[in-house]
């Protein structure tokens, strides 16, 4: 248990994707204009990510060097096809608004660097709570993101009037710029409160000695 703690704390905080590793931005920039939006891309990536990091850890044996990168790729394809059509048949106004960011997950950084550097060189037991915590980490992120956009762009959140009609919102935010902006806030907090922890258990072990 604590090994799967350790493994999926790892993907939520001190590994994140975006906000440590730093990849993937391209769709998380992109579809964090609304709530709704951020929420549905990361679920669907986490799906993928999850279903993705199985399957290639169950056959990780079976799986000859020379074609991996093909088989991996074939695998990230079917599970993100099947995600792309649940999104089109049962949300069709969310597939709609993420548009084409939902096929790109087959491409997305992410997914390929976890199969290829740890689900492929991983048992299972140590896959799940690994994609479960990265899929998570990109999600809380992302929803994030787009919550604080929605709020200043819009003044709404998931469709809802947060804030009064009487303040206009910044159209700043609902822009590309805008979610430069906000990435950069959530870095420069996620920076400040690491250092404030690795301080804090610097100072601990110091009154220990």
Avoid: H
Wanted: aromatic share 10%; charged share 15%; glycine share 8%.
């Amino acid at each position: 248990m604590k090994q799967f703690l350790k493994i999926f704390t790892n993907g939520l905080v001190n590994e994140n994707p975006l906000l440590t590793l730093m990849i993937g931005l391209c769709s998380a920039l992109a579809v964090t204009t609304t709530t709704a939006n951020g929420i549905g891309m990361g679920l669907s990536m986490t799906f993928v990510l999850l279903m993705s990091e199985v399957v290639i850890s169950l056959f990780r044996k079976l799986i000859p060097d020379s074609v991996r990168i093909p088989v991996f790729i074939i695998v990230i394809a079917a599970f993100t096809t099947i995600i792309d059509y649940v999104l089109k048949a049962w949300f069709p106004d969310l597939s709609k608004a993420m548009g084409v960011f939902i096929p790109l997950i087959v491409v997305n950084c992410i997914i390929m660097g976890r199969v290829e550097g740890f689900a492929s060189k991983q048992p299972i037991s140590a896959v799940i709570p690994d994609a479960l915590g990265m899929g998570l980490g990109y999600t809380w992120v992302l929803t994030g993101i787009s919550v604080v956009r929605e709020i200043l762009g819009s003044g709404t959140v998931l469709g809802f009037q947060i804030v009064p009609d009487a303040l206009e919102p910044i159209l700043f935010f609902a822009l590309p710029p805008g979610g430069f902006f906000v990435f950069a806030l959530f870095i420069s907090l996620n920076l400040f409160l690491k250092r404030r922890i690795d301080l804090k258990a610097t100072e601990s072990a110091s009154r220990c000695c």
